[in-house]
């Protein structure tokens, strides 16, 4: 089946390590992204990609960091300069970038600080 | 600076009366919009979206939306909802920004809750 999985579902992070969130797409889509959702704040833009290779930084970007080495692969680094990690990641893909492109979501991964 | 507006942050209705579900966008040109639907602890699934054209547009589950271009609205509606329509349910707007892709803005999200 095509789709967009993440991994893990849940993780827990000690304060001052670094944590890298898993992102596959086997859709054959060019486009990537990751939010960051909080209660009461919606979806949050950390980083996406048009293409292999290249990346943008969306509206949170702070303390995290993303590489997009493969179609397939968007993993995302959360580091210890987010002060405040603790968040439903969500990430997604798209055929193109563009404004009227359908994204399709993974199932999410649930981050705690501990 | 463009953004969505979702003024309802938690809804409850009973089974079987209708729903609508209010978003507002603030964007220049003709947006592109979506609603997506979030079940607890998932990712989302979108339910549908407007381009072009009738201002009316059907999606899955029974759901529609009416784009008003005057209002800057895009809500949601549904004649009679299901217990299995409760969930978190999000509007967006599709952007271009010049020279760095496409990518979505939410709203913060409208949490519909369902008596029996």
């Known amino acids: 089946d095509g789709g967009i999985t993440q991994s893990p579902k849940y993780l827990f992070r000690k304060e001052g390590q670094n944590v890298t969130l898993s992102c596959e797409q086997n859709?054959?889509?060019?486009?990537m992204y990751w939010y960051r959702q909080d209660p009461g704040q919606g979806l949050r833009l950390i980083y996406y990609?048009?293409?292999?290779?290249?990346?943008q930084k969306g509206d949170i970007a702070e303390g995290y960091s993303v590489s997009r080495e493969k179609k397939e692969s968007f993993p995302l680094t959360v580091t210890s300069a987010q002060k405040n990690p603790t968040a439903f990641y969500l990430c997604?893909?798209?055929?193109?970038?563009?404004?009227?492109?359908?994204?399709?979501f993974g199932q999410g991964t649930r981050l705690t600080v501990v | 600076a463009q953004s969505v507006t979702q003024p309802d942050i938690h809804i409850t209705v009973s089974e079987g009366a209708s729903l609508e579900l209010r978003c507002n966008y603030s964007?220049?040109?003709?947006?592109?919009l979506f609603w997506y639907v979030q079940s607890p602890g998932q990712g989302l699934q979108l339910l549908l979206k407007?381009?072009?054209?009738?201002?009316l547009v059907q999606g899955i589950k029974g759901f529609e939306a009416e784009f008003k271009r005057s209002q800057s609205s895009f809500n949601l509606r549904k004649p009679s909802v299901h217990w299995s329509d409760a969930a978190e349910y999000f509007c967006?707007?599709?952007?271009?920004?010049?020279?760095?892709?496409?990518?979505?803005?939410f709203g913060q999200g409208t949490e519909l809750s369902v008596k029996p």
């Open positions: 997604a893909s798209s055929i193109v970038s563009g404004a009227s492109t359908e994204a399709f």
């Open positions: 859709l054959n889509h060019d486009a």
């Open positions: 990609s048009q293409i292999v290779n290249d990346f």
């Open positions: 964007y220049g040109a003709t947006p592109y």
């Open positions: 407007y381009f072009s054209g009738d201002t």
């Open positions: 967006a707007v599709g952007l271009m920004i010049y020279n760095q892709g496409g990518k979505l803005i």
